[in-house]
């Protein structure tokens, strides 16, 4: 294998995995001095360490002589041995031999018992910029890392909120993220802004996982950001007070947003009208949807919103007439009926530019489907209704909302639910300019029959 062209080498290791490319290394110098001299696989290269790989190693005369950027630590429980203190000795001795190329850390699965036991694994790196920290926890803080001059980045993916404390020196940080599967009330906002205010540099920030809306509720906020990357920012109807507290505190500093979901509160759409309009952003990204981009509007085609987003779909049609595509996804979140009643039995001309309107029904509440026709006949231009729901009511829905509908080509039903000859019915009634029906499987025959030529049936 020696005799081999190093391009074909090159091409070789672009189809090894890393624990393969790291037996390799060990099995051959010319492979590594061929890896060595390739920024584009050493630099893309992780190293994964676990208890029985630090005493396999260690037993090694000779340690593959080639850059290391990233290792990975993982003292799962899984593995059949934990680190002891003396694989994490042996371990800080293997970091060491690569501290001159190491620049990015990953702990997994650690209960770190003490500053000094993290010290231990990455006081040599004096090039660390990245550390991330998954499922760890941290049990006594006495002390504060020393200053890590490069560290510019740090994640905190389901780990201990303790971790926050040991962070403080570190002055030339630029990027946090935190992502937790739920955040609720025990999340420590103080000890976060007590750690991000000693970043000046600051620069992004990303806050991942459901109720992330509890941070910009409680914290202080003593810090600035450019960049704000989170799932939530706004999330409780029972208090209708305007929900801008974090928004102001980082004006004329932030001026790039993603937001993964629209403000789910009763105040959503002031939120979402404060940021479009005050907020002055270079950039806001609804998911995957740009709404601004070179700090101007752009022209958005479709959206999906919850029943609870619904003020702040409301502002969409406000702020982007353009929309052609509205998908509504009922779930099994509990609305004061009265509520909700005030913002969508309202008559207006919002969407007389929507062409397709989607209504998808998961709730399993009998009344949720009912509960938003006020708002289904204010789509009147629309030319394709989909409901996809198991609601026993939905003929009642259809009744009441299809003579609205005078538009209308496409119908698309998936519902199992009896009473489908009364369905059909009520389509050739009150929309008898459909050309297009989709419907259940098991009622595309009748449905044929009983429309002949005039409408094509498929099933779903």
């Not at 850059?67 to 934990?82: E, G, L």
């Not at 910029?129 to 803080?141: A, G, H, Q, R, T």
């Not at 109807?237 to 928004?247: D, I, V």
């Amino acid at each position: 294998m020696s005799n081999l062209p190093e391009d074909i080498l090159l091409i070789i290791f672009d189809h090894l995995d890393d624990e393969s490319m790291w037996n390799a290394l060990q099995a051959s110098k010319f492979w590594a001095r061929i890896f060595s001299n390739s920024s584009k696989h050493f630099s893309k290269f992780t190293l994964h360490l676990n208890s029985e790989k630090v005493d396999r190693l260690t037993n090694i005369k000779n340690l593959p002589d080639v850059p290391i950027i990233k290792i990975s630590i993982d003292d799962s429980q899984d593995m059949k041995v934990q680190f002891s203190s003396e694989d994490i000795n042996k371990m800080s001795k293997i970091i060491d031999f690569y501290k001159e190329s190491i620049k990015i850390v990953e702990l997994k699965n650690f209960e770190l018992s003490s500053t000094d036991y993290l010290l231990k694994i990455i006081k040599s790196l004096k090039r660390l910029e990245s550390i991330s920290f998954e499922n760890c926890k941290m049990n006594d803080v006495k002390k504060q890392l020393p200053k890590f001059m490069h560290l510019k980045s740090i994640y905190f993916h389901e780990s201990d909120d303790e971790l926050f404390k040991i962070f403080h020196a570190q002055k030339n940080v630029e990027n946090i993220s935190i992502v937790r599967m739920e955040w609720g009330n025990d999340f420590s906002w103080a000890d976060f802004d007590e750690m991000a205010k000693n970043y000046p540099n600051l620069n992004k920030l990303v806050m991942r996982g459901h109720g992330t809306a509890n941070y910009f509720e409680h914290g202080g906020f003593s810090f600035k950001i450019r960049k704000l990357d989170v799932f939530l920012m706004t999330f409780d109807w029972t208090n209708h007070l305007p929900r801008t507290r974090f928004l102001e505190s980082q004006k004329g500093s932030l001026k790039e947003l993603i937001l993964e979901k629209l403000p789910y509160d009763y105040d959503g759409g002031a939120v979402l009208k404060y940021i479009i309009e005050e907020m002055k952003l270079d950039t806001f990204y609804y998911g995957k949807i740009p709404l601004i981009l070179g700090g101007r509007k752009q022209e958005v085609m479709e959206f999906r919103v919850q029943e609870v987003q619904i003020q702040a779909a409301f502002e969409m049609f406000r702020q982007f007439p353009t929309i052609t595509k509205f998908s509504l996804f009922l779930t099994q979140t509990g609305l004061d009926a009265d509520a909700i009643g005030e913002i969508i039995n309202q008559g207006t001309m919002l969407f007389t530019c929507c062409k397709e309107l989607e209504i998808e029904d998961r709730s399993n509440y009998e009344t949720l489907l009912v509960m938003f026709t006020g708002l289904y006949k204010n789509f009147r231009n629309i030319r394709k209704l989909t409901i996809i729901s198991p609601d026993l009511e939905i003929n009642s829905v259809l009744e009441e909302c299809l003579p609205e509908f005078t538009h209308l080509n496409e119908i698309c039903l998936k519902c199992d639910v009896p009473n489908s000859m009364q369905r059909l019915q009520l389509i050739r009634v009150f929309a008898p300019n459909i050309k297009k029906l989709s419907i259940n499987e098991e009622f595309v025959n009748d449905a044929r029959k009983f429309f002949g030529n005039d409408v094509e049936v498929v099933g779903i």
